[in-house]
Each structure stands twice: as structure tokens, then as C-alpha cells.
């Protein structure tokens, strides 16, 4: 049986409204997980780590759409993405270098701060960024042109 850490399982209980119990210990079951379809994200251009929409650039800029998460060099395609927590999504992804290779799972956590703000964790690795909804016309050349249409 998995554990959430105090912290979480606090920070669950008071974003239900409840109140933590004196001397909560880390041994509380965490919530159930749900197999969803997708992330509660807004399709379109992100930018990590508060890069102004208007300084984007291939290292800064991930697209998402409907099958999952694209960067500069990797093309991520969702295969599995569990709830298991009001705004915490556990996503597996197929990855590939966009330049040719095979393809890799891998398994990272997002918290969903709003439909257009997100914080990526790879736990395995131990790294983590943040992305921010960019409007696309917001963009600099070559991708405010780009036709995305198809997300």
C-alpha cells in the first residue's frame, strides 16, 4: 500500500475542507488514483521556468496537445495518466529523441496549479520545471506562425 508524506496528505485533507488530526502520522492511505484521458491543461505553446511568452525559445518552449508533451529535442506521447490527488496527475509517457532513436517510458508527476500552469516532477531522476500557458500570438517568429491547429 502506497503512503502520502504529512505534508500531502495535510495540504489533501485541507483542500477538502477538513481538519487534520493532532499527531497525523505519514502512514495515511494515499487517495485512490483514477485513470483519466488527459491532463486539465489548455492545449497550446508553454514556457518553463517564467520565461516571458515573448523571449521563447527552442530551449524554453513545450507544445502540448491532445497525445502529449513535445520539447525542442523530445516528442512525448501519453500512454497511461492516473489522478491521485485533486490537482496531482502521475503521467507515463513514450519518449523519443526527435532526431531518431527508440523510444523510452517514462513516469513523471504534474501538479495542475490551473488549466494554463504546471510543475513537472521526474522523481526517478530527482528534476523538476515549471511551464506557463503562452498565447500563441504571443510568441516570437517562427512559432507564433506555426499552425497547430491539429492539437
Not at 518552449?61 to 496531482?88: D, K, M, S, V, Y
Request: hydrophobic residues 35%; negative net charge.
Amino acid at each position: 500500500m502506497k503512503t502520502c508524506p504529512l505534508a500531502v496528505c495535510v495540504l489533501a485533507l485541507a483542500a477538502c475542507g477538513a481538519q487534520s488530526p493532532a499527531g497525523a502520522t505519514t502512514d495515511a492511505p494515499s487517495p485512490a488514483a483514477s485513470v483519466v484521458d488527459r491532463l486539465p491543461l489548455e492545449r497550446g505553446f508553454f514556457v518553463r521556468d517564467g520565461t516571458p511568452c515573448a523571449q521563447a525559445s527552442n530551449a524554453t518552449l513545450l507544445l502540448h496537445g491532445r497525445a502529449g508533451i513535445n520539447g525542442a529535442r523530445e516528442a512525448c506521447e501519453f500512454t497511461r495518466i492516473e489522478q491521485t490527488g485533486p490537482a496531482t496527475f502521475v503521467a507515463t509517457q513514450a519518449c523519443r529523441d526527435i532526431m531518431g532513436g527508440d523510444s523510452e517510458d517514462t513516469t513523471l508527476t504534474y501538479e495542475i496549479a490551473s488549466p494554463t500552469a504546471f510543475t513537472a516532477r521526474h522523481e526517478e531522476y530527482g528534476w523538476q520545471y515549471t511551464a506557463e500557458h503562452c498565447p500563441q500570438s504571443a510568441l516570437p517568429d517562427p512559432w507564433r506562425d506555426n499552425d497547430i491547429s491539429d492539437l
